[in-house]
């Protein structure tokens, strides 16, 4: 950076975009000295900045990879329940920056481009984030496509609301595209997990609460499911009669 010329700047009264951009990025990271060698100059830049809103933008542009470490212990350190929407509101903002606005001078637009290279490794960082969700797999079911639609037909309206090709996609190995089923009162936690363990267990014993969980948008299953084992004399939920029919009429024990 060249030296500033104290005695030059007290002679002038403005500033051209050339050296406005120099100052700027000199008086952001000297703002003190600035202050108090070059109090004439740092009037005109604030004059700038007031006429000038482009060049408060760039500025703000221009440090938005400087978040980066804050927003990535930010979704380190939140719940569970506001991570993925913290993570979606980052690409968002990244993708707008890259992919959609076109600022009305050049001044933003060179800004932009910048950082770009920069806001497109946190775009990717980000996205790599939610890659678990968005390619969940279902369970490995040896139903066949009869019983998934007789178990839809007993449980559609009682226990949950959802469509016949979004609860098939349960079985068919491919969530990419799922919707959370919206359940009913009457299908509780309790016999939310009761169903899966009944029913998948033995197929998926490492998976079927992670599966049941993300296909019903609900958390802490097992907490539930050691609940009604420990606390219940017969070591199943309330209602589980009815569960035990539906799965009596379409499951088929696995050998």
């Known amino acids: 950076m060249k030296k500033l010329d104290k005695s030059d700047t007290y002679k002038r009264k403005s500033i051209t975009h050339e050296n406005f951009d120099y100052w700027f990025d000199w008086m952001v990271n000297n703002v003190e000295i600035a202050e108090k060698e070059y109090p004439e100059m740092m009037e005109l830049v604030r004059k700038m900045v007031r006429e000038k809103p482009p060049y408060f933008t760039a500025a703000i542009i221009e440090k938005i990879p400087e978040h980066f470490v804050k927003w990535k212990n930010d ?15 980052y ?19 060179n800004a932009v481009k910048k950082i770009e290279p920069e806001l497109i490794e946190m775009e990717q960082y980000f996205k790599n984030l939610l890659q678990p969700s968005q390619k969940k797999k279902g369970f490995q079911s040896k139903l066949t496509v009869n019983q998934i639609k007789s178990l839809y037909e007993q449980m559609q309206g009682n226990y949950f609301y959802t469509s016949p090709e979004n609860f098939m996609a ?52 097992s907490k539930s499911q050691n609940n009604y084992i420990q606390y219940n004399s017969n070591h199943k939920p309330k209602g ?8 009596q009429t379409i499951y088929t024990p696995l050998q």
């Open 75 to 89: 979704i380190e350190n939140c719940l569970t329940s506001t991570r993925e929407k913290k993570i979606k509101t």
């Open 91 to 109: 690409i968002e903002l990244i993708e707008l920056l890259l992919y959609q606005i076109e600022f009305n001078t050049d001044i933003e637009n």
């Open 170 to 221: 349960i079985f068919n190995q491919n969530l990419t595209n799922f919707t959370p089923i919206k359940r009913t009162k009457k299908f509780t936690n309790s016999l939310l997990i009761y169903f899966a363990s009944e029913l998948f267990q033995k197929e998926n014993p490492n998976d079927y609460v992670r599966i049941t969980e993300y296909c019903f948008n609900v958390k802490n299953l």
């Open 240 to 247: 589980f009669q009815e569960i035990d029919k539906i799965i």
